[in-house]
């Protein structure tokens, strides 16, 4: 399947999935231009800006997207950019995220910060999470997608 029809199967997928979760891999394709993902996670994000849908992460995504050793002009750049981000929401670790993600980690051997973007997009009744990372398939209490389905 080219990557115009499975863009056209994603927003069909999606149709009706707003809010949606996406994983901080995904804004690291985005920002960083990565060269096998960085053009599907572009049109992803437009495809989801163009209808409206509010995109969710946790701030686990920012620390993870800042914590990069780059020089402190491109951090600070992408800090703004990720800040003015349209239609992003990022939530704070709360306790009752945290103690989500606590129940999450011990029940499906995940790394604490998937468990916490997993619980962040539960807590913030997410309709799908979009990631690339395989492992979290096994996680049923959400809409997992990942992006190489759709490029």
């Known amino acids: 399947m080219n990557g115009k029809r499975r863009l056209k ?6 149709k009706g999935h707003n809010p949606v979760a996406l ?18 996670s572009k049109k992803l994000i437009s495809r989801l800006l ?10 686990i995504t920012l620390a993870e997207l800042l914590s990069l050793n780059a020089p402190s002009s491109l951090l600070k ?5 990720i800040l003015a981000f349209p239609l992003l929401e990022i939530i704070e670790v709360s306790n009752d995220i945290a103690i989500k993600a606590g129940g999450i980690r011990r029940e499906y051997s995940l790394k604490l910060p998937d468990a916490i973007q997993l619980a ?20 049923k209490q959400i809409k997992i997608v990942l992006i190489t389905e759709i490029t």
């Open 9 to 14: 199967k994603l927003k069909k997928d999606l």
């Open 23 to 40: 994983d901080t891999n995904i804004f690291s394709y985005y920002f960083h231009k990565h060269p096998e993902f960085g053009e599907i």
């Open 50 to 59: 163009e209808s409206n849908t509010k995109i969710i992460t946790s701030n």
């Open 77 to 81: 750049n992408l800090k703004k950019e």
């Open 120 to 139: 962040t997009a539960i807590q913030s009744n997410a309709k799908a999470f979009i990631t690339n990372d395989q492992r979290l398939k096994k996680f």
